[in-house]
C-alpha cells in the first residue's frame, strides 16, 4: 500500500536522501515531499518528490535531478528560453538528462547506473546542444517517468531569489543558520556530530535502516576524473594588468597529480585538464603549472599580532575524536557491552552498567593550503586606503600564523598566470617547512601582476594538498578578487571552470572556502566564480574573525561527509 505523505516513515527517507543529493550534485541540495501522485521536479537548491512513490522511483528521481544540477543543465541562461514552452522543456529534459546522468555515472551508486542511456545522451555535447535539439522537429525519445518535468519559471525565481539574498548581505556578514544551514555556527560546547564515525548509525549504535540504505545506495560511488576532449579556445587577453617582474628561477616540489610518481615541476611543470563548460567536457593536459620561487626583499617585515584574533574561532576545527568503549555514560550505545550486560541479568548477576561509548576530541587533524591570488588585477586600490593586494597579504598572514600555532599543517601558495602553458605557483611555505621570519620576508615580497588562470591554480594547489598534506582532513582556502582573466580564459568561461576545479576538490573529499579582502568585485561576479562553494567578502582584514568559524567548519564537514560517502 503507498504511504500517506504525511506518513513518518515515507517522510523520513525523503529527508534521508538529501545527503545522496547534495554528494551527486556537487553541491547543498535538499530534498522536500509534494502531494502524493505529483511528478518530481527540481528548483536547482531543493528537489521535490513524491512521498507516496516506492523508495527506488525517489532515488531515482533524485538521481536525475541532482546529475541535471552538477551538469549545470538548469543554470538560468540555459532555464530561460524554455519558460512558456512547455513541448520544449520536455524535450530538451529528455535528452539533458540522459546526458547529465552520463557525465555524472563516476558518482552514480551501482545500482543507479541503468538510468542513464548512453545512446540518447551521446546525441548531445552540452547543454546548447540538447536545447537546439529540443527546439527541432527530429522525433526524441520521451523522459522516463522518473525524469519527472521541468519547471523552469521556478527554477529561474530560486536563483533570483538566491542573487538578492547574496546581495542583501552586509559585508563582513555572516549569514545565519535560517538561511544558509551550510554556514552554521557551533557552541563553543557542543558537539559536531560531523566528526563521528558513526555518522550512519542509529541512536542504539547499530547501524539503522536509513543508514543502511544510504551506505547500500552510496557504496560503488567514485571519484571524479579529469578527462575528455575540446576544442581549442580564444588566444587574446581580456584585462589590463600591471605587470611586474618575476622569480628567475624555479624549484622542485613533491606535489603530483598521481602520488605514485614525483614530477620535476621545475623542468617540465604539470600538465591539468580544463572544463570547457559551453561544449561540457574536459580539454586533457591544457594548462602546464610551474612552481617558481620570488625574491625575497631582504626590508620586507610583516607584522602578525592580528593572527590572534582568529586563534578563537579555529580553535576547534579539525579536532578528531577519539571513541571509548564500556563507559558509564556517552553519547551512544556500545552494543556489545550491552549483550554481555542482558546475559548478566538473565544469569541473575549483576551488570555491568558500563554501556555506552563516549567521544573526546584530542588531536589536531587538519592540513590547510592557503591559495593567495597575486595576479595584476588585486593591484588596484581597495578599502582603508591600502590596494586589494596588501590587504589580501594581511589576511593571508594571519590565517597562517594562526593554523600554525594551533598545530595544524599548513602551506601557502601565491599564483599568477599568462596563457595556459605559463601557470604559476609561488610556494611561500610548504606544509614540511618552518614558519620563520624568512616565510614572512618571502610572504611580504610577492608583487600582485600578469593574469589569473583560478581553475588551474586550484587543481594544482588541491593536488599538493592531497599529496603532502598528510591528514585525514584537508582544507583548500583560495583569497582572491574572484576575477578569473587569462588568455581564452574570458568571462563565463574561466568562472565556469574555476567552480568545477572547485567541485573537483570538493567531490574528492578536500573542504573549499573562498575568501575576499578589501576588494569591490561585484556579489554576482563572485558567485559565478565561487559557485556553491562558501565565500565571504569583507572590507578589511580586520573583520577576518567574524566569518572564518563558522565558514571552515561547514567546509571541512561538508568534505568529512564526502569522504565516508565516497
Known amino acids: ?159 533570483a531569489a538566491a542573487a538578492r539574498q547574496v546581495d542583501h548581505e552586509q559585508v563582513g556578514h555572516v549569514p545565519r543558520q535560517q538561511s544558509n544551514p551550510d554556514l552554521e555556527e557551533l557552541d563553543e560546547d557542543a558537539v559536531d556530530d560531523s566528526d563521528d564515525p558513526d555518522l550512519f548509525s542509529s541512536p542504539v549504535g547499530g547501524g539503522g535502516a536509513i543508514g543502511k540504505l544510504l551506505k547500500k545506495l552510496l557504496s560503488s560511488a567514485r571519484k571524479t576524473g579529469g578527462n575528455g576532449g575540446g576544442p581549442p579556445g580564444a588566444d587574446a587577453p581580456t584585462h589590463r594588468i600591471n605587470s611586474a617582474n618575476r622569480g628567475a628561477y624555479a624549484v622542485s616540489s613533491l606535489a603530483t597529480v598521481n602520488t605514485e610518481e614525483v614530477v620535476d615541476v621545475e623542468k617540465d611543470g604539470l600538465k591539468y585538464p580544463e572544463w570547457d563548460a559551453e561544449r561540457g567536457v574536459y580539454r586533457p593536459d591544457w594548462c602546464t603549472v610551474r612552481e617558481v620561487a620570488a625574491t625575497i626583499k631582504p626590508s620586507a617585515t610583516q607584522a602578525i599580532e592580528g593572527a590572534v584574533g582568529v586563534r578563537r574561532p579555529l580553535a576547534r576545527l579539525g579536532m578528531g575524536l577519539h571513541r571509548r568503549h564500556r563507559q558509564p555514560q556517552g553519547d551512544d550505545i556500545d552494543v556489545d557491552a550491552a549483550v554481555e550486560a542482558r546475559v548478566e541479568v538473565r544469569a541473575g548477576s549483576v551488570p555491568d552498567e558500563a554501556v555506552y561509548l563516549d567521544s573526546l576530541r584530542r588531536q589536531r587533524d587538519l592540513s590547510v593550503l592557503l591559495l593567495l591570488d597575486i595576479s595584476g588585477s588585486t593591484a588596484e586600490p581597495g578599502t582603508v586606503g591600502r590596494t586589494v593586494h596588501e590587504q589580501q597579504r594581511v589576511a593571508v598572514a594571519h590565517l597562517m600564523v594562526a593554523l600554525h600555532d594551533l598545530g595544524d599543517r599548513v602551506a601557502l601558495y601565491g599564483y599568477y598566470s599568462s596563457g595556459r602553458t605559463a601557470v604559476n605557483m609561488v610556494p611561500v611555505k610548504r606544509f614540511d617547512d618552518h614558519l620563520d621570519a624568512q616565510i614572512l620576508r618571502r610572504l611580504n615580497s610577492l608583487e600582485p601582476g600578469a593574469y589569473s588562470r583560478l581553475g588551474a591554480a586550484i587543481r594544482h594547489g588541491s593536488a599538493v594538498l592531497e599529496d603532502r598534506g598528510g591528514t585525514s582532513r584537508r582544507l583548500l582556502v583560495v583569497i582572491s578578487d574572484g576575477l578569473a582573466y587569462d588568455h581564452g580564459y574570458e568571462k563565463a568561461y574561466g568562472a565556469a571552470d574555476a567552480r568545477r576545479a572547485l567541485t573537483e576538490a570538493r567531490r574528492r573529499g578536500t573542504g573549499c572556502v573562498c575568501l575576499t579582502v578589501g576588494a569591490s568585485t561585484d556579489v554576482a561576479a563572485l558567485r559565478r566564480v565561487f559557485g556553491s562553494t562558501a565565500h565571504a567578502t569583507i572590507a578589511q582584514p580586520d573583520h577576518l574573525a567574524t566569518v572564518i568559524g563558522p565558514m571552515f567548519r561547514s567546509a571541512v564537514r561538508s568534505a568529512e561527509v564526502r569522504r565516508r560517502v565516497a
Open 1 to 159: 500500500m503507498d504511504n500517506d505523505p504525511r506518513d513518518g516513515a515515507g517522510n523520513s527517507h525523503v529527508q534521508a536522501l538529501g545527503m545522496l543529493a547534495s554528494a551527486l550534485a556537487g553541491r547543498p541540495v535538499g530534498v522536500s515531499p509534494l502531494s502524493a501522485g505529483e511528478p518530481s521536479w527540481t528548483d536547482g537548491r531543493t528537489i521535490f518528490l513524491d512521498p507516496s512513490a516506492p523508495p527506488g522511483e525517489r532515488t531515482a528521481a533524485v538521481a536525475v535531478h541532482a546529475s541535471l544540477i552538477a551538469a549545470g543543465s538548469l543554470d538560468p541562461e540555459v532555464i530561460q528560453p524554455l519558460v512558456r514552452h512547455s513541448r520544449v522543456a520536455k524535450r530538451y529534459l529528455a535528452v539533458e538528462g540522459h546526458r547529465a546522468l552520463v557525465a555524472n555515472t563516476t558518482m552514480l551508486p551501482g545500482r543507479l547506473l541503468g538510468l542513464a542511456d548512453p545512446t540518447v545522451g551521446g546525441v548531445s555535447d552540452g547543454t546548447a546542444t540538447s536545447l537546439a535539439l529540443a527546439r527541432g522537429r527530429e522525433k526524441l525519445q520521451s523522459a522516463p517517468p522518473s525524469f519527472g518535468v521541468l519547471r523552469p519559471k521556478k527554477v529561474l525565481a530560486a536563483a
